[in-house]
């Protein structure tokens, strides 16, 4: 994948807020800059050695990359770029990062997502004429009057529809999932992982729904008819967050004394029907492990997905034959969220705690980062320890 091996060396990311709530009154500078020096700290690298900052996001106007660099204290020398490729758009950027470093263009590059949604600028369609009233655009427009293209909850309901996956399915393993992020919470498995912006003890978790009981899915008001099957509780709200990794060039690696890190091994993204986005990340893994001989997802210990719904995971699960409860074990997006164009470097940050951060006497080696990108798009990265 790359010319020159590059490794990431440190992961942080904030709690995800809801909308609203935990991250209400911060901009984007002020969610994403302190997980930004956490990380560069983690790896003992001064934001003075950074070359350059790679930033996902999809909410944000000009080049909101350069505006974190220097609000985190990188160098005015240092580069910048914001990349969107919607909720895929953190995992581009440190895949971009990688491929970088790969090509000789720089050392140390910081990349990663942020979204700060309760913040971010409004978007108003410009009316046809002067005696037209403008309107607001969604955050993640409705395509259908461009070419037919679903919402992520429609194109869910169509997978749960085509597969015959019920909603009590689906609030199973939502309920199972806001167990599991439960349990690795009372666990600490988040300790190291996320960045209190103050210190309290809000900061310090993500800012999840209050499912306790079976019922407090069953009770849930379906989004599309009477009787469809996605509902709030069985889908990812829209979140506020910020994640970020630290990727360097082996030489860098070795000078710091060649700490434990993860590396790419392969990556892919391809796009699908626009009708069928929450198939992609099915298709994107599917190439992915196409690509590499001898691999299956026997051998991948950590599967995580920034999931649109439950649904989702459950159609992943049985296209490739494995687990649901393999996806996302310390619970996935229907519990933590979805901070759009920070997704993706969630995901990297929670695949680094398990394979490096903490590992534990039987840690995996190898960990997949997957999710589906609106408009039709999968993405897919594969990660290996060192």
């Not at 509780?233 to 710091?256: C, G, P, Q």
């Not at 459950?314 to 393999?326: C, G, K, T, V, W």
Request: proline share 6%.
């Amino acid at each position: 994948m790359s010319l020159v091996p590059a490794y990431i060396i440190s992961a942080r990311r904030s709690a995800l807020g809801r909308v609203g709530g935990l991250h209400r009154a911060r901009r984007l500078d002020a969610l994403a800059a302190p997980v930004i020096q956490a990380a560069l700290a983690d790896a003992s690298i001064a934001p003075d050695q950074v070359d350059e900052l790679l930033l996902g996001n999809a909410t944000e106007a000009g080049n909101p990359g350069r505006l974190l660099a220097l609000a985190a204290g990188l160098p005015e020398t240092a580069a910048a770029m914001t990349i969107d490729r919607q909720c895929a758009s953190g995992l581009d950027a440190i895949v971009t990062a990688v491929r970088t470093i790969g090509t000789g263009a720089a050392e140390v590059v910081v990349a990663g997502g942020a979204e700060s949604l309760s913040t971010a600028p409004w978007r108003i369609a410009r009316p046809r004429n002067p005696y037209h009233t403008p309107h607001f655009i969604q955050l993640e427009p409705g395509l259908a009057d461009a070419g037919g293209e679903l919402q992520p909850f429609a194109a869910s309901e169509a997978l749960a529809n085509k597969l015959g996956i019920t909603r009590l399915a689906q609030d199973e393993l939502a309920f199972a999932s806001h167990q599991r992020a439960e349990a690795a919470r009372e666990a600490r498995r988040f300790v190291g992982e996320i960045v209190a912006l103050r210190s309290n003890a809000e900061e310090a978790r993500d800012q999840t729904a209050d499912i306790t009981e079976p019922d407090d899915l069953a009770d849930a008001i379906p989004f599309i008819g009477s009787d469809g099957t996605l509902t709030p509780a069985n889908t990812s709200a829209l979140t506020d967050a910020a994640a970020f990794a630290v990727v360097v060039s082996e030489a860098a690696w070795k000078s710091l004394g060649q700490p434990p890190a993860l590396r790419i091994t392969a990556s892919t993204a391809i796009g699908v029907s626009p009708a069928e986005e929450a198939a992609s990340p099915i298709v994107a893994t599917r190439r992915l492990i196409a690509s590499q001989p001898g691999l299956s997802l026997d051998g991948v210990g950590v599967i995580e997905m920034s999931e649109t719904s439950a649904a989702q995971v459950i159609a992943y699960a049985a296209a490739l034959h494995i687990d649901p409860l393999r996806v996302s074990p310390e619970g996935g997006a229907v519990v933590r969220g979805h901070p759009l164009g920070a997704s993706g470097a969630v995901l990297v940050a929670r695949i680094f705690t398990a394979l490096v951060r903490n590992p534990g006497p039987e840690a995996p080696t190898h960990g997949l980062a997957t999710l589906g990108a609106l408009g039709g798009i999968g993405v897919a990265t594969l990660f290996e320890r060192v």
